[in-house]
């Protein structure tokens, strides 16, 4: 497809299980982000990939969020043993610029 | 460390008049700044940016916004707001280099139109 998508769309699970979510980019983006949006506020920043670069994690909440991206292109955002305040929108956005220019339509991710 | 504060977090217009939606920031060198809207369901879409350009800015579907350096503001503009507005809109700030956690985003303001 020409935009960014992201895989599940919708991601229920329980406490203290892990997740894995999808991010494709646009073909050709070197930047990748992740963000996560909690019901009525802004959105957070995660982590951050460019290029060949070593990736920006300062945003990683805790030592149970982890990312990667292979071969440049596909990235995967893990959560290891959810937590219930792990639920939000998890958005992944790709560019040509530093700044993130395509938002995926999100993940919606439910830990009951 | 930058900050960026929109001071509503709800705007109600009428469709055909004037839509405003106002944005501060801090910023201890000179920003970048930008607009995201969010339309319910779709994905972010960049409205418009300013990098130290001109300071008004035109962006896509009517809007612009005003870079004024003494009032640390870029307020979000519209002559006449359309149904299709309705939205929530995000005020961005960014130091160089606008990447990773310089990268910060306001709380957003949701945008109702009235018919």
């Known amino acids: 497809g020409a935009g960014v998508s992201q895989s599940p769309s919708n991601k229920v699970t329980e406490k203290g299980k892990d997740v894995e979510l999808r991010c494709d980019p646009i073909s050709g983006h070197t930047a990748l982000y992740w963000y996560r949006q909690s019901l009525g506020q802004g959105l957070e920043f995660l982590i951050y990939f460019q290029g060949n670069s070593a990736p920006d994690k300062s945003g990683l909440p805790s030592d149970r969020f982890s990312a990667e991206r292979t071969g440049g292109s596909v990235s995967t955002l893990t959560i290891q043993r959810t937590q219930q305040e792990d639920s939000a929108v998890y958005l992944c956005a790709s560019s040509v610029r530093s700044w993130p220019q395509y938002f995926g339509p999100g993940t919606r991710l439910l830990v009951l | 460390a930058q900050s960026v504060t929109q001071l509503d977090s709800h705007v109600s217009v009428s469709e055909g008049t004037p839509v405003l939606l106002r944005c501060n920031y801090s910023?201890?060198?000179?920003?970048?700044l930008f607009w995201y809207v969010q339309h319910p369901n779709k994905g972010l879409q960049l409205l418009l940016k300013?990098?130290?350009?001109?300071?008004l800015v035109k962006g896509i579907n009517g809007f612009e916004a005003e870079f004024k350096k003494s009032e640390t503001s870029f307020h979000l503009t519209k002559p006449s707001a359309h149904m299709s507005d309705a939205a929530e809109y995000f005020c961005?700030?960014?130091?160089?280099?606008?990447?990773?956690?310089?990268?910060?985003f306001g709380p957003g303001t949701r945008l109702s139109v009235l018919p």
């Open positions: 300013y990098t130290s350009a001109a300071t």
């Open positions: 961005v700030v960014s130091t160089l280099p606008s990447e990773g956690q310089n990268f910060v």
């Open positions: 910023s201890s060198y000179s920003p970048s």
